[in-house]
């Protein structure tokens, strides 16, 4: 089954993306799925860089690495079998505060079960856990859908989760398929 066309908000959080990132630096998908996005981060921080793509499906990450073989980018990028909510217990201690960009590309698996998908839960751990991550002026990008079961409550959710951070500043973008949340990180929350 061919997948959906891509929204032309992932092309917007792209271009943001493509001021913060320079080669050498590291970069974190959260949502792997087909691997669009983590191809998309592994090309901006090659040489030298590094990306951690999380999925909590192996089908994503064969994908994502079939994906990213196809364009001699695999060995840039470490593969995690693991939800987004864990990500500070998979990545090394040191990255705290030196990550240039976290992307979430929320809901299900385009061609994938409809039913797993990012859950409010677990989505705002990763985002706490994300924006500690990241260093000053480091961008995070969250793409959420309300189409799908249970989508309503995630943008929600996030919706509130954004309008509840001061150490951000913030863009959004509606549209008819996803809201996108464009945000630089200037103050570390020191509790996060
Ligand atoms: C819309 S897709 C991501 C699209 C992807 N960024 C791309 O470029 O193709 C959402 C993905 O989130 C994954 N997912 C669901 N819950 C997750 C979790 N807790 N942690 C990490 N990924 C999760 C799903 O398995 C699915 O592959």
Do not use: C
């Amino acid at each position: 089954m061919p997948e959906p066309r891509r929204q032309p908000l992932t092309a917007l959080a792209h271009q943001r993306l493509a001021t913060v990132l320079a080669p050498g630096d590291i970069a974190i998908d959260a949502t792997a799925g087909n691997g669009h996005d983590t191809l998309f981060l592994a090309r901006q921080i090659a040489p030298g860089g590094r990306v951690h793509a999380f999925d909590i499906q192996p089908q994503a990450l064969e994908a994502t690495h079939e994906r990213l073989a196809q364009a001699g980018l695999a060995e840039r990028v470490t593969l995690h079998l693991a939800g987004h909510e864990k990500m500070r217990e998979h990545l090394p201690a040191d990255l705290a505060g030196r990550v240039a960009a976290v992307t979430f590309n929320l809901g299900y698996l385009p061609g994938g079960d409809h039913g797993l998908v990012t859950r409010p839960d677990t989505t705002l751990a990763a985002l706490v856990q994300a924006s500690a991550l990241l260093r000053p002026g480091g961008l995070l990008s969250v793409l959420v859908y309300r189409g799908h079961a249970g989508g309503r409550e995630e943008a929600e959710a996030v919706a509130n989760w954004f309008a509840g951070q001061t150490g951000l500043d913030t863009e959004v973008h509606d549209s008819p398929g996803p809201i996108a949340y464009l945000a630089r990180i200037f103050h570390r929350p020191h509790n996060a």
